[in-house]
């Protein structure tokens, strides 16, 4: 994802779109992991057996705090890359988009069965 | 009339968190609209922008209570294993369904929708409060990020929605019933 610096108008200056953008784009990632982590977890018996963090819950517990540990952890070094400058937040977006629409899915049974 | 502490558990995530997350968010989203539909609408007052700041953040506390508490105490009930030779499945809801054709797609596509779904509600609304709290009225320089955000938003409405149709479905074809029993008002028998 480009993190080019933009011309960046007067306003844009004092308060750069780089956090906000970290935000989005790890938001979509975060999505998109618990897709990616589900699946993985129902495809690969030691996966699932690893993501079993919690017993009555089962392999959720482990499927859900991966995904959100990695989400955090992603925004926090974006954050701490952007945060201070504007980047081209319209691409950034994108991907997020892509990533959240993505997520919805793969996170839908039918479709994450194909793999 | 009474009620069982799974049934009221069940009841406190599904109406207590997750439905008032649902109304929550049309008001967020209306919210949004009537404050940025003009780039050169009146300046936003300090108070409105504290209320809205608190009302995300409220929101995505109900979403994080509605995920964790359908996680980690409602589902080990739902998903609880019988003993061998059980007779009756009516207090493990995913061995009932599962046990019939009619009702199995329910958990099938149902309930393994539900509870990854879910999980897309916490991160986008949390993302969208701290993006907001963050901004506030300076959002209306940053019109990409605002609709990315009042996107998210539209997003965990819809992952919500999926979630709590599907949770209305399964708690009506397999209650989720259970432990101690809690009168709630005494009746007269007739």
New interface residues.
């Given amino acids: 994802m480009s993190n080019q610096s933009t011309s960046p108008a007067p306003h844009a200056k004092l308060n750069p779109n780089g956090a906000g953008a970290a935000a989005v784009l790890a938001a979509g990632i975060g999505s998109f992991l618990v897709a990616v982590f589900a699946i993985l977890a129902d495809k690969a018996a030691s996966i699932k057996s690893l993501m079993n963090f919690y017993k009555p819950t089962g392999p959720l517990s482990g499927v859900t705090t991966c995904a959100i540990v990695v989400w955090l952890a992603v925004w926090a070094l974006l954050h701490r890359r952007w945060s201070w400058r504007n980047v081209e937040v319209g691409r950034v977006t994108a991907a997020a988009f892509i990533l959240l629409f993505l997520s919805l899915l793969l996170t839908f049974p039918p479709i994450a069965d194909l793999f | 009339m009474e009620i069982t502490v799974r049934g009221l558990w069940t009841m406190i995530h599904g109406m207590g968190f997750g439905a008032l997350y649902l109304m929550a968010c049309s008001g967020a989203l209306v919210e949004f609209y009537r404050r940025h539909r003009s780039p050169l609408g009146p300046e936003i007052k300090e108070e409105d922008e504290r209320f809205l700041r608190i009302y995300l953040t409220a929101m995505a506390a109900l979403a994080w209570l509605t995920?964790l508490s359908g996680?980690?105490i409602i589902?080990?009930w739902y998903?609880a294993v019988p003993p061998p030779g059980t007779a009756s499945l009516a207090a493990f809801p995913q061995r009932l369904l599962m046990s019939s054709p009619s009702t199995a797609a329910w958990h099938?596509?149902g309930m393994?929708?539900k509870?990854?779904?879910a999980?897309?509600v916490p991160?986008?609304i949390?993302?969208a409060a701290?993006?907001f709290s963050?901004?506030r009225r300076?959002l209306r320089?940053?019109p990409?990020?605002r609709?990315?955000?009042l996107?998210?938003v539209w997003?965990s409405l819809?992952?919500a929605g999926i979630a709590g149709f599907f949770g209305a479905m399964l708690n009506k074809n397999a209650p989720v019933t259970g432990g101690a029993t809690i009168p709630l008002v005494e009746g007269e028998q007739k």
């Fill in positions: 995920v996680t980690y589902y080990p998903r099938s596509i393994e929708w509870e990854h779904v999980w897309l991160i986008s949390t993302m701290v993006v963050q901004y300076s320089i940053h990409e990020l609709a990315a955000v996107s998210f997003a819809l992952a």
